[in-house]
């Protein structure tokens, strides 16, 4: 038996043995044929330049963001040129898809509903300006003169000369921002008023093309669009050789620019303001009716509150603006409303200060009129930049409700000295409320306080005056705020006043140039008014019927008006003209030498640049008011 299993274990082995030896021969002989074949066809090396290459890639993805580092340290200025005029023609795409959308959906869609008389036609037309024009002008005349250059960019790199035809289109932007406050009010009170009206908006914000976003945000594009050109053409010189064909065009259409910028500076910045309003007034769950120009977002952040009783720490959310508090309990929503108003608190009559507490470091204490409240802040320097905060918040608004500006007049003065009359034909409308006098439904009357010309409505108040022996007399709302102690709701919250409420007293005793015109638009009568150029607006002409009127007629923004100074057969001696695109001003001075220092001025407005006053001697005689034997005689004919 044992035998028998020996033989069977050395035939297994010896089995074994063979089939071993034939896998590992069969196999020599694959790998020896496989060799050589990769050798006949370069297999080998394409196989290692194959892992190299994914090797490669997949270093490159790792680094990318420092290989793209080294490629633009390396780029070319004629490489970084086109990529800043590219920029701009894409942007220039997406604010004419913005501008359609606007004019052809929003306004289109608004006036179409009006004509069946469901609102008042003019209410649109007052909320969407010129916006029909400057989409025109963008969508057929800038855009595809960017998009022609770009497409020939190797034979004219240049864009200097396009932005140039840009200038005298500004007028269009000026006029835009100057009404931009008003169509935000007009499209706020309808939207309350209106149904319909605001069925329409919220339809037309709920598709794609809106991007969730409000009709007063893609209103904000057109105020943002000029110093849009101002940056990309800031960075465009930067890399611009200065013997580059385009760096005198380039130059000038920046210092233009540059100007028109400026001089909307302060509606940017109310306009970005109302953009971060209507951000917050969202986020409020649209219940809180903050969307006011007159407000300011100072400061806002999350802090924790501390219970009266047991002092366990509550988280909060405060929104500081420069006439109010607001105290939030954070709401947890991912979409929509994510605050609730616990309490809204005046900055009048508010205190803030430290407090010291062992458990709870880095408190202080805001002490309003409608509630106390005990705050603790992240850190040391959080709380420092609260308090710091509501400090210069607390000290503007006492600065604000403490002076009271009416006829130069000191506040201390007020009552106790007969004021100075402002004369009847000093003024063509009332100096409180602004609307204009007329012989019958609204006369003129005086307040016996201040001297303003005041209409019967304005003027309704009476007061104890000290210099008249403390009788009743009759004066206008402010001075009786003033006397009685009394702070009217809108003085409180600081009332804004719009582009062309200031007063011409004020422009005239600091302007440039001032004077009396004789003005006639198109077919109406001739009307006196006076005119005015300001050192703080050298740019703008302003319009008033009369030196002491509180809010001005009309304005005409200078920049990039073309100066004739060529007299046409009809035109009286010494006469010139101004002109932009359709919109012709003629002007006739008394005499040649008083024209040639108009010139002076308005010849450097035009162009962008700030005009100097006149020499001491010509200043005085021309910003003058003349008597009843004299005569300033300038002729503005309006085609």
Not at 90 to 113: H, M, P, S, W
Not at 420 to 445: G, L, Q, S, Y
Request: glycine share 4%; with cysteine; charged share 25%.
């Amino acid at each position: 038996y044992l035998n028998k299993i020996n033989h069977i274990t050395v035939c297994s082995n010896a089995f074994i043995y063979t089939v071993c030896n034939f896998c590992r021969y069969f196999m020599h002989n694959i790998v020896v044929v496989f060799f050589n074949v990769c050798v006949k066809y370069d297999i080998i090396n394409h196989y290692r330049s194959l892992n190299i290459n994914i090797f490669m890639k997949r270093q490159a993805k790792e680094t990318d963001k420092d290989i793209k580092n080294v490629f633009f340290k390396y780029e070319t200025n004629e490489q970084k040129l086109y990529k800043i005029a590219n920029e701009l023609l894409q942007t220039e795409k997406a604010y004419v898809a913005r501008l359609n959308l606007l004019d052809k959906v929003f306004y289109a869609k608004l006036i179409e509903e009006a004509r069946k008389d469901t609102f008042p036609m003019d209410v649109v037309k007052n909320i969407f300006s010129n916006i029909s024009s400057i989409h025109t002008f963008h969508s057929q005349f800038l855009l595809p003169d960017l998009e022609k250059r770009m497409g020939e960019w190797t034979a004219t790199p240049r864009i200097g000369d396009i932005l140039q035809k840009l200038t005298p289109f500004l007028k269009m932007y000026a006029e835009y921002v100057k009404n931009f406050d008003h169509a935000m009010d007009l499209l706020k009170q309808w939207t309350d008023r209106s149904p319909p009206f605001k069925a329409i908006i919220l339809e037309i914000q709920r598709q794609e093309a809106c991007g969730s976003l409000s009709l007063q945000h893609h209103m904000l594009e057109p105020v943002q669009r000029v110093p849009r050109y101002e940056m990309l053409l800031k960075d465009y010189l930067k890399k611009l050789p200065q013997d580059h064909i385009d760096q005198r065009d380039a130059e000038k259409s920046l210092e233009i620019i540059a100007m028109a910028a400026t001089h909307s500076n302060t509606a940017i910045r109310k306009t970005e303001n109302l953009k971060k309003l209507l951000e917050i007034y969202e986020m409020l769950g649209e219940e809180e009716d903050i969307v006011n120009p007159s407000n300011e977002l100072i400061k806002e952040g999350h802090i924790l509150k501390l219970a009266a009783r047991n002092t366990s720490a509550m988280d909060r959310y405060l929104f500081l603006f420069n006439n109010m508090l607001l105290y939030c309990v954070p709401k947890f929503s991912l979409v929509g409303q994510k605050f609730t108003v616990r309490t809204r608190i005046g900055i009048e009559g508010m205190k803030v200060m430290e407090t010291y507490n062992e458990d709870y470091p880095h408190t202080f204490q805001v002490s309003g009129k409608e509630r106390t409240l005990e705050l603790q802040a992240s850190s040391e320097q959080d709380k420092e930049s609260w308090i710091k905060a509501f400090q210069e918040t607390i000290h503007i608004s006492l600065q604000k409700n403490e002076t009271f500006k009416s006829a130069s007049k000191d506040i201390s003065e007020l009552g106790k000295r007969a004021p100075r009359w402002i004369r009847d034909n000093e003024v063509t409308m009332c100096m409180k409320c602004k609307e204009p006098f007329n012989a019958i439904t609204r006369r003129r009357h005086h307040c016996r306080a201040c001297g303003y010309v005041v209409c019967w409505k304005c003027s309704e108040y009476k007061a104890t005056l000290e210099y008249d022996g403390n009788k009743m007399s009759k004066v206008c709302k402010d001075c009786f705020c003033i006397l009685t102690g009394h702070i009217d709701s809108e003085e409180r919250e600081g009332k804004k006043k719009g582009i062309l409420e200031i007063e011409a007293g004020q422009f005239s005793g600091n302007s440039i140039m001032c004077g009396f015109l004789q003005y006639c638009e198109k077919n109406k009568p001739w009307q006196k008014v006076w005119c005015v150029i300001p050192q703080k607006e050298a740019l703008v002409l302003y319009l008033y019927r009369a030196p002491q009127d509180v809010k001005a007629q009309s304005t005409i923004p200078l920049l990039g008006y073309q100066v004739e100074d060529s007299a046409r057969p009809t035109d009286p001696p010494a006469s010139f003209r101004l002109s932009q695109s359709k919109s012709v001003h003629s002007f006739a001075a008394e005499s040649e030498d008083l024209k040639q220092r108009w010139l002076k001025v308005i010849r450097m407005a035009v162009t962008g640049e700030v005009p100097k006053s006149p020499e001491e001697n010509h200043s005085t005689e021309i910003t003058q008011e003349p008597s009843s034997n004299e005569h300033l005689h300038v002729v503005c004919i309006v085609y």
